[in-house]
Each structure stands twice: as structure tokens, then as C-alpha cells.
């Protein structure tokens, strides 16, 4: 199927699953992406154990900590304010957002999902298809989208940020695995923006030989100077829960919370070679 028939359906498909029942919709999508069904009962992959998290992990803590404005007033009251990247504002909806006030650049993030950010160099020309696209932003439902529990209690609002540039590869995310508050991999994405680069290694920065839904960079990946203390940080975060992944960011020589989530890739993520999500999947306990 061509992407441009792809694209056409895309619609279709969504209103189809979002009016199964939860399991059904989980169930289709990992037979859709894998090839199979999905093992419930005894979910033994990485990919089978998010699902099996999606459907009946509803630890009240996920929320929260998932809530991008509530999970930065956590971790600046555990760790301090410095590692935190600092908020510039908040807004209910888009109609609040003062396009005369902000400081640019900047981005702007809607606090309940992924991906969802609008960059900002300068005051936008056309504030009104900005506003359009921040009104998009609020109303993506995750929790329906692919059955995430934790993004249906979060009260939606948009976050303004600093926009923090990076280097020649941009802004480099370094993603920790963490089980049970021991980190196993570090998942570290690149060139986001350009094309769209990941490579994993283990906490020794050992580079593991598997791709994880992206391909690997072409480039060495140099380990980050503060790699001891987001080891600590991401294993202290981690600590209460069998899996959550950590992303921390290191800028200007100091570690920076990103974001926690519950729920990569929305359990669909491709490792390749594929025994890597039995590998991963036998770390979650």
C-alpha cells in the first residue's frame, strides 16, 4: 500500500479502533505492526508487557508524573530547580497564549503527550494558524489514540519553555531505561529534525548491537560528560516502578530533566534484530 493510500485511510482506521473496546484495539494494533498476537496472559516481550501495562496498569502515580508542568514541579522540589528546564508560562487554551509576552525563542508544548511541540524563533506572522495548531495540540487524546490510561487524567494545558539549541546534531535526548531503579539501556535519539537517528547502548556506554524503531546514525555517539549523575538521577526517578523510562538532557554542563513515560513507542516499537524485545522484555520483572 502506497503512502498516499496510506494517508487516505489513515481517518477510516482511527474512527474504526477508537470505538472497539480497549483490549480489541491494543490486541489489533501489535498484530498490525508485529505480525501476531500479543501474549495477555503471560506477556513475556517488551512490546507485550506495555500493552498488558496500557490495559491494566492504573497506578495513580502515572499521571502525574506523565503531566509535563506537574512532573517539572516534582522533580524541582526533589532535586532542586536547577534541574529543571525553566517554565516561561502556562495557558488553558490556545485563545490565552499573548504572542506580545513571550520570550523568543521559545517552544511551546502541550503537557499531555509526545511530539507535540511548536518552535517559536520570533513572533509568528500568522498567529491564527498558530493558534490552530496549538487547538490540535490540546485536543490529540492519547488515551484514545492508542489506549494510554495515564493521559486521560491529565488536565490539558500548554507549557512555554525556553527553546534550547543544540549542536551540530541538535539537541541530543538521552533516554534511560530503567528497571526497578536500575538502568539497562540508554537510548539516545539525534538529528530529530533532520532525520531522525537512535542508537542504544548499556549505563557502561557499551553500544548494544540492535536498532529500536529508528535506525542507527552513521556517526559515533561520544558518551556525555555527566553520565554518572543521570545514571543516578534516572535510577532515583525510577526506583518505585518495574519500568519507566527517564529522558534527561545535558546542557551547559549540567543535567536537565525532560520528561517520564510509561508508555515508548506506545508498545509498538520495532526492535531490530527482534529477539532485543524478549531482551528488554526480560528485564521488566
Not at 503512502?3 to 477510516?12: A, D, E, G, I, V
Not at 490539558?156 to 538502568?183: N, Q
Request: charged share 25%.
Amino acid at each position: 500500500m502506497n503512502k498516499t493510500l496510506r494517508k487516505l485511510l489513515r481517518p477510516c482506521w482511527r474512527t474504526f479502533t477508537n470505538v472497539l473496546p480497549a483490549k480489541w484495539h491494543v490486541v489489533i494494533d501489535h498484530v498490525r505492526v508485529f505480525g501476531k498476537l500479543p501474549n495477555l496472559n503471560n506477556p513475556r516481550t517488551f512490546n507485550e508487557k506495555i500493552a498488558y501495562r496500557k490495559l491494566y496498569d492504573h497506578d495513580h502515580r502515572m499521571p502525574t508524573l506523565i503531566d509535563k508542568i506537574a512532573a517539572k514541579e516534582l522533580m524541582a522540589a526533589r532535586f532542586g530547580p536547577d534541574f529543571i528546564i525553566p517554565t516561561l508560562a502556562t495557558f488553558e487554551s490556545e485563545k490565552e497564549v499573548n504572542f506580545d509576552a513571550l520570550h523568543y525563542p521559545c517552544v511551546i508544548k502541550a503537557n499531555h503527550g509526545s511530539g507535540i511541540n511548536f518552535f517559536l524563533r520570533e513572533r509568528p506572522v500568522d498567529e491564527k494558524r498558530i493558534r490552530r495548531e496549538l487547538h490540535s495540540f490540546l485536543h490529540r487524546s492519547y488515551d484514545v489514540l492508542y489506549e494510554e490510561w495515564a493521559y486521560s487524567k491529565i488536565h490539558r494545558r500548554l507549557l512555554v519553555e525556553p527553546l534550547i539549541e543544540g549542536g551540530a546534531h541538535g539537541l541530543v535526548d538521552y533516554k534511560f531505561h530503567t528497571f526497578s531503579g536500575r538502568v539497562f539501556a540508554i537510548q539516545v535519539d539525534v538529528d530529530r529534525y533532520i532525520g531522525h537517528r537512535r542508537c542504544i547502548f548499556d549505563p557502561n556506554w557499551v553500544k548494544m548491537p540492535v536498532e529500536y524503531y529508528y535506525p542507527q546514525p552513521s556517526y559515533t555517539v561520544p558518551p556525555p560528560a555527566m553520565l554518572p549523575d543521570m545514571l543516578r538521577y534516572a535510577e532515583q526517578i525510577g526506583e518505585e516502578f518495574s519500568y519507566v523510562r527517564v529522558d534527561l538532557y545535558e546542557i551547559a554542563g549540567q543535567v536537565k530533566f525532560g520528561e517520564v513515560t510509561f508508555y515508548p513507542e506506545a508498545g509498538l516499537g520495532i526492535f531490530n534484530p527482534p529477539e532485543f524485545d524478549q531482551v528488554f522484555g526480560a528485564q521488566w520483572l
